[in-house]
């Protein structure tokens, strides 16, 4: 570019611009080698999964960064800006927070390694990848644009997985793993299969739980649903399931009591009749679950796919029954696509239907004894913890990383 064209982006774009073109100057031609993490939602304190895996990676690759294409963040009915949020963060994790920076299409990315997540976000970063020639992984977690036999998403996949820079594509449901596979869209030996996701290690399931016992402790029998609205009455989630499952429970279990956690209200599904026993909590940040889950007995999440978007799915189990699940919470779910790998129905886990009644029996059973719904919770906890504590999802994905940066001549720190 002409020093002419140069200078007239510096008057037409700014102070960033000026920042951003600076920095690229003084790179150019400077060997790059520190790996960098692309997205579209952090450093958002409510993505707590993020939260988790970027700062592990961070912690590890000590030059890491993190460039943020968000810059205006919604969520919880309000609008932030990116100084903003980071601030919040930094507050959180001060060590961090310099190494968090917004994307900039100018910006000189170009020699290091890049990481992502989510299809949408790799399929959206992958002109500047291309045009910087930056090799990049990354994890093909369910939703993200992510939707099986759909054809924008199949577009999508196609472009992405054709890249002459992807070096490997991270996989973490086995349903995921099978369509790529079905596909032929790529070479299997560039498929890495680690179930589950990343969750925070100092989130609810840290400590010891201090539970509250049903009968002995507590006089009442607490089942929730913890879930985000992403449709009306929520029924991918399968909050209309739940609050059927209730109503039948409500007969003949006078002291169980139903609470729900998410963007929900009484105006979604009518549970008139069952006032007084249902509580609303609004949506919550992950510091509310440690208490909440002390009293919980169990969560039910009877979610189906292709209902939000046709070819739309969870993981098994979902984030909120997994964080449920580690803070001790006999977690019952659903499996509709067979997903579960690792869980024992009726030891660690119990896999329910979509059927209100056939879940009002199955929960009824440990109502009625305590001790059977103690020792799945138990089991369920010690299960969960060891699927998805943060070193063992975090060790398999520095691995694949470390590995991929060593075979196209990136330093790995």
């Known amino acids: 570019m002409s020093l002419r064209n140069e200078i007239r982006k510096v008057v037409c774009g700014g102070e960033a611009y000026v920042s951003v073109l600076m920095e690229s100057l003084r790179a150019r031609g400077e060997k790059r080698d520190c790996p960098i993490i692309l997205d579209d939602n952090f450093p958002q304190l409510y993505s707590s999964f993020r939260i988790a895996e970027f700062n592990a990676l961070m912690r590890h690759f000590p030059r890491a960064r993190v460039h943020s294409s968000a810059r205006i963040f919604r969520g919880l009915g309000e609008e932030r800006l990116f100084r903003e949020v980071r601030n919040e963060y930094a507050t959180c994790y001060p060590d961090l927070q310099e190494r968090v920076v917004p994307f900039h299409k100018r910006r000189n990315i170009g020699g290091s390694f890049a990481y992502l997540v989510f299809l949408a976000n790799a399929h959206w970063f992958l002109p500047t990848l291309e ?235 440990y109502r009625d004894d305590p001790e059977a719904l103690y020792r799945l919770s138990a089991r369920g906890r010690e299960s969960f913890r060891t699927v998805f504590n943060l070193r063992a999802q975090m060790e398999p994905r520095i691995r694949i990383l470390s590995e991929c940066m060593m075979q196209r001549g990136v330093a790995s720190v």
Not at 247 to 260: A, D, G, K, N, Q
Not at 286 to 298: H, S
Not at 319 to 339: H, Y
């Open 131 to 365: 045009k910087f020639r930056v090799p990049f992984a990354f994890t093909l977690y369910p939703g993200g644009g992510f939707r099986l036999e759909q054809e924008e998403s199949d577009r999508k996949l196609r472009e992405v997985l054709s890249s002459r820079q992807l070096t490997k594509v991270i996989v973490t449901q086995k349903v995921t793993r099978e369509y790529l596979l079905d596909r032929g869209d790529i070479d299997p030996a560039r498929i890495d299969f680690v179930y589950g996701g990343v969750f925070p290690s100092d989130g609810p399931s840290t400590g010891d739980p201090g539970k509250r016992r049903y009968p002995e402790e507590k006089k009442t029998f607490d089942l929730c649903f913890v879930a985000f609205k992403y449709m009306r009455m929520g029924v991918d989630k399968g909050y209309d399931v739940f609050v059927a499952a209730a109503r039948e429970l409500s007969r003949t279990c006078p002291e169980i009591r139903f609470h729900v956690v998410g963007p929900f209200d009484a105006s979604d599904i009518d549970v008139s009749g069952l006032e007084g026993r249902f509580r609303f909590y609004g949506t919550r940040n992950t510091d509310f679950f440690r208490r909440f889950y002390q009293e919980m007995d169990a969560i039910l999440s009877p979610n189906v796919p292709h209902v939000l978007f046709p070819g739309a799915f969870d993981g098994f189990p979902t984030g909120a029954c997994i964080e449920a699940g580690m803070s001790g919470v006999a977690v019952f779910a659903t499996d509709p696509l067979r997903q579960n790998i690792h869980f024992r129905d009726g030891e660690d886990i119990v896999i329910v239907s979509r059927d209100p009644e056939e879940i009002a029996s199955r929960v009824r059973e």
